[in-house]
């Protein structure tokens, strides 16, 4: 997380708030949460879906250098495995918001529901679209986890983790049928739980 040096002169301290990681089958689910500085824009903010790697990569320096205050948050595998996905999401939304060096006056969830904050907080569909401080916390949240997810790639070759990022391709369920789960695997999704029941049938 980072402090921007002057916001003395902001009126409305709002938190934009993003996830990424609900849908793969393994790794954990990544939020963030971003204050943006209205006397330090930043240009180019968008959905990070919707940008390349690079651009992504070039934002995620800028957005952690102006931005007034950021955090990145997560929740583990065994989470997600003990809580379901979108309970796991909730809290790590939540790690992100509480994790913010300024406390917001407002927080706008990405999405159609919020966690539980001690600070105001609003859904907003397709806000990394449409809120710069949510497409800012989407960028962090992307490229954080996709850098964790390459980085995984090397420990768990043969996945291809660093293509896929650990979502549901034919190259990674192939992968798992051939080689099986990994510590990182989500263990409460369908097609590795279907794996590993298959691998205590076969004798």
């Known amino acids: 997380?980072?402090?921007?040096?002057d916001f003395s002169l902001v009126?409305?301290?709002?938190?934009?708030?993003?996830?990424?990681?609900?849908?793969?089958?393994?790794?954990?689910?990544?939020?963030?949460?971003?204050?943006?500085?209205?006397?330090?824009?930043?240009?180019?903010?968008?959905?990070?879906?919707?940008l390349t790697e690079a651009k992504r990569e070039a934002l995620f320096d800028e957005i952690c250098?102006?931005?007034?205050?950021?955090?990145?948050?997560?929740a583990e595998v065994e989470e997600i495995d003990r809580l379901n996905i979108l309970h796991a999401t909730m809290l790590a939304m939540q790690r992100?918001?509480?994790?913010?060096a300024i406390r917001p006056k407002l927080a706008l969830i990405d999405g159609n529901r919020c966690p539980q904050l001690s600070v105001p907080c609003a859904p907003v569909i397709q806000g990394d679209a449409q809120v710069p401080a949510i497409a800012a916390a989407s960028i962090l949240a992307k490229v954080s986890r996709d850098r964790e997810m390459q980085a995984f790639d090397l420990i768990y070759p043969g996945y291809g983790l660093s293509g896929h990022k650990g979502y549901p391709t034919p190259v990674h369920l192939e992968a798992l049928q051939r080689l099986g789960a990994t510590p990182i695997h989500r263990r409460s999704f369908a097609p590795v739980r279907r794996v590993l029941e298959l691998m205590l049938e076969t004798p």
Do not use: H, Y
């Open 1 to 5: 997380m980072q402090m921007g040096l």
């Open 11 to 50: 009126e409305e301290l709002v938190a934009g708030v993003d996830e990424v990681g609900r849908g793969p089958l393994c790794g954990p689910v990544v939020t963030a949460a971003v204050i943006l500085d209205p006397l330090r824009p930043i240009s180019g903010l968008n959905d990070s879906k919707k």
């Open 65 to 74: 250098e102006k931005a007034l205050a950021w955090c990145i948050a997560r």
């Open 96 to 100: 992100a918001v509480e994790g913010l």
